[in-house]
């Protein structure tokens, strides 16, 4: 099946400095998908992207997916003690089943 | 709307012993799938369903099984308990293309095999 690798496994950040995770896969993909997990708690959804090149926005958050659709980035500006947790990248194999990255681990210094 | 509620929150087995995992979803999903998170791990799927009737094993279903005789409820099954499968379960749910809203997650059921 595919893989996706994602990278920081893990980044300790000064609250306020800025944050960005990686995914890279050696397939192109149909869509990618992020996900956020706080500390003893279950991922919940962000965002899906499925454009080459496509950027959107929330709020503090940007998501972009390459122009080859073989990576993604998350990007937080300006990061915030609520920020914490792990972000997990996620793409779709046939059948609606998602793979999910080890995800990158995110701790803010307040 | 619950969404994907599952039972228990908690569990502790001793080897040998079996137990099932329940999940349940009020959305009317046709998609419910069963992940495992080991810990600073990722998740990896264990079985998913297409809708009440299907099944299908994921990456990692050894030594667990299935059954989804309704469009609410996907429980998983643990025969014979090992160490191995001390972890964290979650079911999740979505809709058959779901741009938008992605997969729904239960809060998950923490296993501890001993």
């Known amino acids: 099946g595919q893989q996706v690798m994602q990278i920081p496994q893990y980044q300790h950040v000064q609250e306020g400095e800025d944050f960005t995770t990686y995914c890279n896969s050696s397939t192109t993909l149909s869509n990618i998908q992020w996900y956020k997990q706080r500390p003893g708690g279950h991922p919940v959804f962000l965002i899906q992207?499925?454009?080459?090149?496509e950027v959107k926005k929330q709020k503090r958050l940007t998501f972009q997916f390459g122009e080859a659709k073989k990576n993604s980035s998350l990007h937080i500006t300006a990061t915030q003690t609520t920020d914490v947790g792990t972000y997990f990248c996620?793409?779709?194999?046939?059948?609606?089943?998602?793979?999910f990255g080890a995800g990158t681990i995110l701790r803010v210094k307040s | 709307n619950a969404g994907v509620t599952q039972t228990p929150k908690f569990r502790i087995l001793k080897i040998g012993q079996s137990m099932t995992l329940q999940c349940t979803q009020d959305?009317?999903?046709?998609?419910m799938y069963w992940y495992r998170q080991d810990p600073g791990m990722g998740l990896k799927l264990i079985y998913y369903?297409?809708?009440?009737?299907?099944?299908d094993k994921g990456e990692v279903p050894n030594g667990y099984n299935v059954s989804r005789s309704t469009t609410e409820d996907f429980p998983l099954r643990l025969e014979l308990a090992a160490p191995s499968q001390t972890s964290v379960y979650f079911c999740?749910?979505?809709?058959?293309?779901?741009?938008?809203?992605?997969?729904?997650f239960g809060s998950g059921t923490r296993l501890t095999v001993v």
């Open positions: 992207l499925v454009k080459s090149g």
């Open positions: 959305m009317n999903h046709n998609y």
């Open positions: 999740a749910s979505s809709y058959d293309r779901s741009p938008n809203y992605g997969y729904t």
């Open positions: 996620a793409l779709e194999e046939y059948g609606n089943k998602l793979v």
């Open positions: 369903s297409v809708g009440a009737g299907i099944t």
